[in-house]
């Protein structure tokens, strides 16, 4: 398991027992407003969770000071792999937001995947409305870099016609990123 450490987070792989902690964050509607919806019954978020755990794009955000997950962060590589590019994204628990903690664990992994994963180039994507999301990708420096109209369906009208969004594309390089100093990273068996 690999841990970065930031001055108050742990961004860790997701483990299976992380589902009750998911689950209380991805079954709000107001944490989901931006998002493809999720199964959140018992039974599918411990099936979620473990495997989720098996892969290596979805990252755990804890509390150092309590243990408690509060969010993930996505960190999937994009093809063709030789671009060298990973795409990120982000859902935390609204108990947390505004605190900073969204910007404090993306810019960990994004120092980790530009450092250690051979990352060329990171992108992220959001509706333009959600305006938290887009100001956590400019903290980090992310450029905008495009904005495309009705090109992402990720809900549907009652009928099943889909709800069509606009998106922002933001995006940093490898060679742009200014690094963190602060963190420690290590691997866990």
Same mark, same amino acid.
């Given at each position: ?5 930031? *001055? ?7 483990? %299976? ?5 998911? $689950? &209380? ?9 931006? *998002? ?42 994009? $093809?063709? #792999? ?10 935390? /628990? /609204? ?8 910007? #404090? ?23 333009? &409305?959600?305006? %938290?999301? =887009? ?28 709800? =069509?969004?606009? *998106? ?7 060679? &742009?990123? %200014? ?7 290590? *691997?866990?068996?």
């Amino acid at each position: 398991m690999t841990i970065i450490e930031t *001055e108050r987070l742990y961004v860790r792989n997701v483990k %299976p027992g992380d589902w009750k902690d998911m $689950q &209380e964050y991805l079954s709000r509607e107001e944490v989901m407003r931006f *998002e493809s919806p999720w199964d959140t019954s018992d039974e599918a978020m411990r099936n979620t969770a473990a495997e989720l755990a098996k892969g290596t794009a979805f990252w755990a955000v804890e509390l150092k000071a309590t243990g408690k997950m509060i969010g993930h962060v996505y960190l999937g590589r994009e $093809q063709p #792999e030789k671009f060298l590019t990973w795409m990120i994204g982000y859902i935390f /628990n /609204n108990d947390f937001h505004g605190k900073g903690y969204a910007t #404090e664990a993306c810019r960990g992994l994004m120092d980790h995947a530009f450092r250690n994963m051979g990352a060329h180039r990171i992108i992220g994507k959001c509706c333009p &409305e959600n305006i %938290p999301s =887009w100001k956590v990708m400019e903290r980090l420096k992310m450029r905008r870099e495009g904005f495309s109209l009705r090109c992402a369906a990720i809900r549907d009208n009652d009928d099943g016609s889909p709800i =069509w969004w606009d *998106e922002y594309l933001y995006a940093m390089l490898a060679d &742009e990123w %200014p690094g963190n100093g602060s963190l420690s990273i290590r *691997e866990m068996d």
